[in-house]
């Protein structure tokens, strides 16, 4: 008797243990999905700046600023949609692809090898207005870089590519934030020994920088 009492209650603890058990994946099954929605996927299109050229990926602006955007306590994940070489033409082209349909936000950087190429800047302009506008019609916001000139490409050159960004923030109502490599470009110590890409410290100068910028549009977006 004493036995199938014995029995009995372990019986009744595991069933307790089980309906337990059960009773967490059910709360955990709902809490995981709001989890999930409350992260904020950013995605980084751009080029060898985003990209981390000559950099370890653990070194590379998306990887440095996402970790900038968790200290802050935000709940964010970058994706890192860099293209060493891309114009902005070519982050045009491959824009449909390279912005998925998870993305809550994205973070511009384009023009740079436009400059250095001497490609028209009513070009770029083209270009970055098609990016701008096919991110609007899906209802993504859009955290725009600004891009200068290199000195030697001359001052009407300069006006006008310069020009370009601040007009499409101010147009299109985006987050701006006017010059990427701002503190940062012509310092040899913070660049790599071709000094047009950005060392380690360099990006995180850059990180820095932006941070304020960028977490105020977030929070506002």
Do not use: C
């Not at 409350?38 to 985003?50: F, K, P, W």
């Not at 045009?92 to 390279?98: E, I, N």
């Not at 030697?152 to 006017?178: C, V």
């Not at 360099?202 to 932006?210: F, H, L, S, T």
Request: glycine content about 8%; charged content about 20%; aromatic content about 8%.
């Amino acid at each position: 008797m004493q036995r199938q009492k014995a029995d009995l209650m372990a019986y009744g603890k595991r069933v307790y243990f089980f309906n337990a058990f059960t009773l967490l994946i059910a709360i955990f099954s709902q809490i995981s999905p709001s989890i999930a929605k409350d992260q904020i996927t950013i995605v980084a299109l751009g080029d060898s700046l985003t990209a981390g050229y000559g950099l370890p990926q653990n070194d590379a602006f998306p990887v440095q600023l996402e970790a900038a955007l968790q200290k802050s306590g935000l709940n964010v994940r970058i994706v890192n949609a860099g293209v060493s070489g891309d114009t902005s033409t070519g982050g045009m082209q491959r824009l449909d692809w390279a912005i998925g349909d998870e993305t809550d936000l994205v973070l511009l950087e384009l023009g740079a090898n436009d400059a250095l190429r001497g490609i028209e800047p009513a070009v770029t302009q083209s270009s970055l207005t098609t990016i701008v506008e096919k991110l609007q019609s899906r209802n993504i916001p859009i955290f725009l870089t600004g891009m200068k000139a290199p000195p030697n490409m001359g001052a009407d050159y300069s006006e006008e590519f310069d020009g370009i960004f601040p007009k499409l923030a101010t147009q299109y109502s985006l987050g701006f934030y006017p010059f990427f490599l701002d503190g940062v470009a012509a310092d040899p110590a913070l660049n790599q020994d071709d000094a047009i890409h950005p060392n380690k410290d360099g990006v995180a100068i850059i990180v820095e920088k932006m941070l304020p910028s960028l977490i105020n549009f977030i929070k506002n977006k």
